[in-house]
C-alpha cells in the first residue's frame, strides 16, 4: 500500500508541477514503472492530439490496444470526438494552457458509456490526463435515484390508498352502527339487519378490492405466453356482461408468443373492457373495440369506447384507488378497477394512458415491455 501511495504522491507532483517534466529525460524509463501499473489511467497526448503515452489503465478503459492508440490521432482512434464536451476541454486547456478537472460521461464507438473522473494538466509535450473510471458508482447513483423515486411514488401511493380506504369504509361502519344499536326483536328490526348485512356486503368488497390492488402491485417475472389464446380467456369472462348490456366486443389481435406479465395484460383488459361495457347510456348498448398489438419492443393493449366518457379534470385522477367520478352517478362499482391496472402495468415496468371526451367515449392504452422486466 505505501508503495502505491509513494507512486500517487511522485505523480501528483508532476501533475502540479509541469516544469518537473523534463523533455531531455527518457520519460518512459522515468515514470513508466510508475506510470504504467497505476490503478488509474494516465495519458500524454501530443499538441496535435496523437497519443504519445497510455498506461495499462487507460487501454484498459479505452477498450483499446496500446498499438491501436501510441502515435495515433484522437479523432482517428475515436471517431466524433471532436464534437464532445471532453474534446473542448481539452482543446482549451492545450490552448490556455490551464490545468481542468470534471467528470466526462465517454461513449464508445459500440453505443456503450464509461463514467471517468478527469484531471488534466499542460506539459511540455502536450496535456497529461489522469483519469479515474467511476462508471460502477455512476451506475449505483442512478440505482439509488431510481430507487428512491420509486420509494417516493410508493409513499404517496399509500398515503392516497389509506386515505381513501378509510373514507370510503365510515359509509358502510356508520350504517352498520346506526342499524345495530335498536333491539332486532322490536318491530323493524328485520329491516335494520338486512341493512346491516347490505353495509356489510359492501364493506367486505371495498376490502376485497384492496387486496386485489395490493397484489397488483407486487409485481410479475415475465413468461412466455401465447398471446391470442390469452387475451381470447379473458374476454370469455367479460361476455355475460356485455350480453347483459346488450353490447359488443369487436377484437383485433396480433397473434404470437411472446415473453412478458400476463397477469398485467390481463388485469389492464379486465379493468378497461368492464369499464367501456358499465359507463354508457341505458339506450345506447356499449360497443367495445379491443386491439393488442405486438412489436418487437412491447405489447400494447388499446381499448376503445363509444360509452359517457370521463371529464376533462378528472383524466388524471382516474388512476387513483376508490376514485370515482361525480358524474358518473349511480353507475356500479368501487373505483379500483383502473388504479389496479395501473399498478400492475407500472410494476411490469409499462405505461398507462387515458384519452376521453366527455359524452362521446375514451380510449385506454397499456403498453408492456417484452423480455426483460422482472417484477
Known sequence: MSEGISRLIELRRTLEHPSNWDPEDDA????????????????????????LYVNDAVIAQG???REALLGRPMGEVYPGIEQTLL???????????????????FVYPDGRTGWFELRIAPVPEGLAILSVD??????MEA?????????AASQRMLREITYAAAHDLQTPLRRVLSFSDPDLTQPGGLGALTRIHEAAT?????????????????GERPRPVDVGPLVQQTLTELWPLAEAAGGVIETGIDEGVATLA????????????HNALTFHAPDDPPRVMVRVALDAESCVLTVRDEGIGVPAAHLRSIWQAFYRVREAGDYPGLGVGLARARVAVESAGGTVQAHSTFGRGSTF???LPLGGCAG
Not at 467511476?134 to 451506475?139: G, L, M, W
Not at 400476463?262 to 379493468?271: F, K
Request: hydrophobic share 45%.
Open 28 to 51: 518512459e524509463e522515468r515514470y513508466g514503472t510508475i506510470l504504467d501499473h497505476l490503478k488509474e489511467g494516465f495519458q500524454v497526448l501530443s499538441p496535435d492530439w496523437r497519443y
Open 63 to 65: 477498450r483499446s490496444t
Open 134 to 139: 467511476i462508471t460502477a458508482h455512476k451506475r
Open 202 to 218: 359492501r364493506m367486505h368488497a371495498r376490502l376485497e378490492a384492496l387486496v386485489a390492488y395490493t397484489e397488483a402491485e407486487r
Open 143 to 151: 440505482e439509488l435515484a431510481a430507487r428512491t423515486a420509486e420509494l
Open 365 to 367: 392504452v397499456a403498453r
Open 87 to 105: 474534446f473542448a476541454v481539452l482543446e482549451r486547456c492545450m490552448r490556455e494552457r490551464r490545468p481542468a478537472e470534471f467528470v466526462n460521461e
Open 262 to 273: 400476463a397477469g398485467a395484460l390481463c388485469t389492464a383488459l379486465w379493468a378497461f373492457c
